[in-house]
């Protein structure tokens, strides 16, 4: 089955760590999208990548980082410089980073920071 | 800057009935204009993408329509089923060449439940 997987489902971090959330593509698509979810709020976009070894600041990308080694792999860092890193965070893909390509997202990870 | 607005944050309705969804968007230079669905504690699945030079948009019991003019969107919901509960998302894309800002706009959403 194709698609997008994220990892782990739920996350809890203490304060002052850094954590890494994984997604993995096998749709062969080339962009690569990193979203957070506050509850009863929209999407907000973080990072995003268009072709592997190349990424972009979303609107909200301090105090996250990202790498984009291999096409089907964009993990996001949530370092401790992010002040307030509890949501839900969304991983997405589309086939060339089009205006018209359709957004497949993945199932998310809960991080809650403790 | 975009921003993108939906009202009810929820709604229920009983089962059978036909209903809408809005969308309302404060710049009117887009490119497209998407409606997801989000089941709870799940991702995002694309339900119908409008174009700007579209009116509408239709997939099964769901229909899209677009009014840039106006600024607003609405996705219709005909004899509606208890498994359509759900949160409907609505997201615009600017008309705009590259960068983060031609990237899509999400409103809040509509939380819908269709009781049985």
């Known amino acids: 089955d194709g698609g997008i997987t994220q990892s782990p489902k739920y996350l809890f971090r203490k304060e002052g760590q850094n954590v890494t959330l994984s997604c993995e593509q096998n749709?062969?698509?080339?962009?690569m999208y990193w979203y957070r979810q506050d509850p009863g709020q929209g999407l907000r976009l973080i990072y995003y990548?268009?072709?592997?070894?190349?990424?972009q600041k979303g609107d909200i990308a301090e105090g996250y980082s990202v790498s984009r080694e291999k096409k089907e792999s964009f993990p996001l860092t949530v370092t401790s410089a992010q002040k307030n890193p509890t949501a839900f965070y969304l991983c997405?893909?589309?086939?060339?980073?089009?205006?018209?390509?359709?957004?497949?997202f993945g199932p998310g990870t809960r991080l809650t920071v403790l | 800057k975009q921003e993108v607005t939906q009202i009810p944050a929820a709604l229920s309705v009983p089962e059978g009935e036909n209903l809408v969804l809005n969308c309302s968007f404060t710049d009117s230079a887009i490119y497209n204009l998407q409606w997801f669905r989000q089941d709870p504690g799940k991702g995002l699945t694309s339900l119908l993408l409008?174009?700007?030079?579209?009116r509408e948009q239709t997939s099964g019991r769901l229909n899209a329509s677009l009014d840039k003019s106006s600024g607003r969107s609405t996705l219709y919901i005909a004899a509606s089923q208890p498994g359509d509960s759900a949160t409907y998302l609505c997201a615009a894309r600017p008309l705009i060449s590259s960068g983060s800002a031609r990237q899509l706009t999400f409103g809040s959403g509509t939380q819908l439940t269709v009781l049985p």
């Open positions: 990548s268009q072709i592997v070894n190349d990424f």
């Open positions: 997405a893909s589309t086939l060339a980073g089009g205006p018209t390509d359709t957004q497949y």
């Open positions: 749709l062969n698509h080339d962009a």
């Open positions: 409008i174009q700007s030079s579209q």
